[in-house]
């Protein structure tokens, strides 16, 4: 199974709002509600921060905020801080009763 | 406090074999899944798969079915992640995370564990 498509990098001032894609296919990103999203600084493990598509984990800012549509899901975070600054990944669960993960995405916050 | 504490780095030879550890703490170990995932340096992050310590079962991704294996002690509250035969390729930082159920995000993560294959 191939990993899932993210952009490599996204950049927003401190306050703006960024949206992160991940896009897959009907085998995994579009046939399940099964998408989390994970935040990883460097040197660090990696934290959950979406998962099932659109649900953040007691502790998450409400600032950070998934959605799905089709084979595509997004990661929106608003009122950038630049604590935000790290690597961001999808994960979905996919037919063949695994995970994948996407390429990641570097985040900016300028 | 749910912990996942990870065995210490590793340097080996290639085609050594290896045997690295993720003990559960804080939780029912045998209720949730165990997953392994690899990041090779400077790169993304790789789903390996998962174990059920409950009652051993494995689901592998097909990139490492055949590679590596995956195993659990629930006496000891232990995953294990093993490789009979080493290659420089597999040099990465190997961690394992809790999930509960196999298509759920994993809400607990170990620390990591450094694997370094190098002749």
């Known amino acids: 199974q191939s990993a899932l498509t993210q952009p490599a990098s996204v950049s927003g001032s401190a306050g703006q709002s960024i949206t992160i894609s991940c896009t897959g296919t009907?085998?995994?990103?579009?046939?399940?509600?099964?998408v989390s999203w994970y935040q990883q600084h460097p040197g660090k493990a990696p934290k959950l921060m979406i998962y099932?598509?659109?649900n953040r984990p007691s502790g998450v800012s409400n600032r950070f905020s998934g959605s799905k549509s089709g084979n595509t899901a997004s990661l929106t975070i608003s009122g950038l801080q630049a604590e935000d600054e790290a690597d961001y990944y999808c994960?979905?669960?996919?037919?063949?009763?695994?995970?994948?993960f996407g390429g990641g995405t570097k985040l900016t916050v300028l | 406090e749910v912990q996942l504490v990870q065995s210490g780095a590793e340097v080996k030879k290639p085609g050594e074999s290896l045997k690295i550890s993720c003990k559960g703490s804080?939780?029912?170990?045998?209720?949730?899944?165990i997953a392994w995932v690899r990041q090779m340096p400077g790169k993304g992050l790789e789903w390996m798969g998962i174990i059920y310590p409950g009652d051993s079962e494995t689901r592998y991704s097909p990139s490492f079915q055949g590679q590596v294996t995956f195993s659990a002690d629930k006496s000891i509250s232990t995953a294990y992640l093993q490789w009979s035969s080493l290659k420089a390729s597999d040099t990465a930082m190997y961690y394992c995370?809790?999930?509960?159920?196999?298509?759920?995000?994993?809400?607990?993560w170990g620390q990591g564990t450094l694997v370094t294959v190098s002749s």
């Open positions: 099932d598509v659109s």
């Open positions: 009907s085998s995994d990103v579009g046939g399940y509600n099964y």
């Open positions: 804080g939780y029912s170990f045998t209720t949730y899944w």
């Open positions: 995370a809790r999930l509960y159920r196999s298509s759920s995000g994993s809400d607990y």
């Open positions: 994960s979905s669960y996919t037919s063949s009763s695994t995970q994948v």
